[in-house]
């Protein structure tokens, strides 16, 4: 999204995606988290977050980027995890998350892979895949371009080791010949897997 004249951009905030009011609160549907806007009353998937503990910016088109990691965790038979989100987007997707400031991208990694999946993986064991900006990859704060730091790391848990956190509602091990195929994934999980498969099996 482009951020509008009216946000002050160096004060961190809450804002309705439709009318842009901080009258903005959590509430919950089908288990799933969306966005109330005491003002307008209308609910969203979304709101816009200034957020200056993680590393944003706005380029000199007004659109709003977020920096993030995601890793893509393979079993010893290729199959890749992936967690069906409680929150925006609502569909399978990467361990991922944003990066905060003063973190490095391997830390934020590793990070994100035990918040969400529960799972212990050491540093030594995660692989850069590549670094690459995703214009068209929208966010539960605001943001539709991302600077992704892609990593894969291997794992022999068992799937009785997944143990999600309140972002997901349930995990999956996709077999990489299929995943393309699901309506049911993200933007981001569909072009890491259909364009640097290569790089990570």
């Not at 957020?51 to 290729?78: A, M, P």
């Amino acid at each position: 999204m482009k951020i509008p004249p009216s946000i002050n951009r160096t004060t961190e905030g809450q804002y309705c995606l439709h009318c842009y009011s901080t009258k903005v609160e959590r509430a919950f549907k089908d288990g799933k988290t969306y966005y109330f806007c005491g003002d307008c009353q209308n609910t969203n998937e979304r709101s816009l977050v200034i957020d200056n503990s993680i590393n944003w910016w706005v380029d000199n088109e007004n659109n709003y980027w977020h920096e993030s990691v995601g890793v893509v965790i393979l079993n010893n038979k290729n199959e890749l995890l992936a967690i069906m989100r409680t929150i925006y987007p609502f569909a399978y997707s990467l361990p991922a998350g944003h990066l905060e400031k003063g973190e490095e991208p391997l830390t934020a990694a590793q990070r994100e892979v035990k918040e969400e999946v529960g799972i212990n993986i050491p540093k030594e064991s995660f692989k850069l895949i590549q670094e690459f900006q995703l214009p068209g990859d929208s966010c539960r704060r605001g943001g539709d371009h991302h600077l992704w730091h892609l990593y894969s790391a291997k794992t022999n848990h068992s799937a009785n080791a997944v143990k999600l956190n309140d972002e997901a509602s349930g995990f999956r091990w996709f077999n990489l010949d299929e995943i393309t195929s699901s309506d049911d994934i993200t933007y981001p999980l569909r072009y890491i897997v259909e364009n640097l498969r290569n790089k990570f099996i």
